[in-house]
């Protein structure tokens, strides 16, 4: 896939003296808008490759509401009415959290909760339901006042929230403090966080925030050929990854037309999403126990070695299905982190403790990462179906869903500490 269009935000910090760069993670575009346009939901072809209609006879994610912290989210198009919540507008710009200036958080919005109503796109936890937090871009920030603190005191507000999940589908380079204490507040309070990881793979690769702190899921993307893709940004702090080429978005802040984009910030909400469709199934459950089976059933090859994460894919791709048709991954300590394998937002939830998986998250290595040749980011597979209706190769696959060259595991990385 090639680069396209990627849309710059900026978020005020301090006195307003410097601009930290954040980037949404959702501007590649690799096809002519006009044909995609026409039918959004055709070109959402991760949805047959993680077999969402046969997930759907036992969860689609009822019961639980995910905090998305964006651009605003439009509760008027088709396929979100009924799905959003009400938010705050955290940007204190003109409006509220329902006008989204850019249409990025309203397709954020519809690739977890959509209905699919008038041709829109289909989420993939229809049953839950969204609450908007409104935050500021460079755009908005040039042309009205801004609140220069809305990262984190959105992040806060989620957190206090009746939200379990909170997806932000953006990053920046720079490490703030500020936003890194929400983001440990969050985690404090029981709730997953899922950021993109970036869209820097295929040039400065530099980390991006919040996805980069220990306490959020930093999320990766997939194409749909099952390949890493070559824009998404790789290194020790990636956790997961999702599907996140050639999706459907809003071309702009119209709402009319979609347009095939893409990267990290869909793979973000579909991973966001996929943690709903657990969650629904076991509403009991801590977040700690709900990532853990994320991490657990997970896509890897048969020969990805047993403690190892992937500098590209974190512990494999999400498949949601895996555990909830197949009952692969055990919940665990409800106490215990698996990011940083210490006791935080844990309680008394339900889950086997007994069933946990004891052992710590990938060892120290010092191995450097390889280059990033071609063979090392590829994910492959057959397009052979399997008996639960998915694809080897894709997501959904029995056994050897997914296989991954040579290289691109390789590297045992630290986990993060907190």
């Known amino acids: 896939m090639t680069a396209g269009i990627i849309e710059a ?33 055709s070109n959402q072809w991760y949805l047959e490759a993680m077999n969402a209609e046969e997930i759907w006879k036992t969860s689609t994610g009822k019961g639980i509401t995910v905090a998305v912290i964006d651009t605003g989210v439009d509760p008027s198009v088709p396929s979100l009415k009924g799905q959003v919540l009400k938010g705050k507008d955290v940007a204190e710009a003109k409006g509220d959290e329902t006008d989204d200036y850019s249409g990025h958080g309203t397709t954020m919005a519809e690739l977890i909760v959509g209905t699919g109503a008038g041709g829109g796109l289909k989420g993939l936890a229809p049953g839950a339901k969204v609450i908007p937090y409104r935050v500021s871009d460079t755009e908005l920030q040039n042309n009205e006042k801004v609140n220069a603190f809305d990262q984190e005191e959105a992040i806060r507000a989620a957190a206090d929230s009746e939200a379990r999940i909170i997806n932000m589908s953006f990053g920046s380079e720079y490490y703030t ?61 990636v956790d997961i990854a999702a599907p996140g080429g050639d999706i459907p978005g809003y071309c702009n802040a119209k709402l009319s037309d979609y347009c095939p984009k893409g990267g990290t910030s869909a793979a973000s909400a579909i991973a966001s999403a996929s943690a709903a469709l657990i969650w629904s199934a076991h509403p009991d459950w801590t977040a700690n126990q709900v990532l853990r089976v994320m991490f657990e059933s997970a896509g890897r090859g048969e020969d990805w070695k047993e403690g190892t994460v992937s500098n590209y894919l974190g512990h494999g791709i999400v498949r949601p299905g895996a555990h909830i048709n197949r009952g692969v991954g055990k919940p665990g300590d409800p106490g215990i982190s698996p990011l940083t394998n210490t ?76």
């Open 177 to 237: 403090s500020a936003v890194r204490e929400a983001v440990k507040y969050a985690q404090n309070k029981g709730k997953l966080l899922f950021s993109s990881s970036g869209n820097l793979g295929e040039s400065s690769n530099k980390a991006s925030y919040p996805a980069a702190y220990p306490e959020a899921i930093a999320v990766a993307a997939t194409d749909r050929n099952g390949q890493v893709a070559g824009y998404s940004t790789h290194g020790d702090f």
């Open 9 to 41: 935000r900026s978020v005020r910090r301090g006195f307003g003296t410097v601009a930290a760069v954040v980037v949404l993670t959702a501007g590649f575009v690799s096809a002519a808008p006009a044909a995609l346009a026409a039918d959004a939901q």
């Open 343 to 418: 006791k935080v937002g844990g309680g008394t939830a339900g889950g086997d403790s007994s069933s946990a998986s004891s052992a710590p998250s990938a060892p120290a290595s010092s191995q450097a990462p390889k280059g990033r040749a071609e063979s090392d980011a590829v994910v492959t597979g057959s397009s052979k179906s399997t008996d639960d209706g998915g694809q080897l190769g894709l997501i959904s696959g029995i056994g050897a869903a997914v296989v991954i060259a040579v290289g691109a595991f390789v590297v045992v990385r630290k986990r993060r500490s907190a």
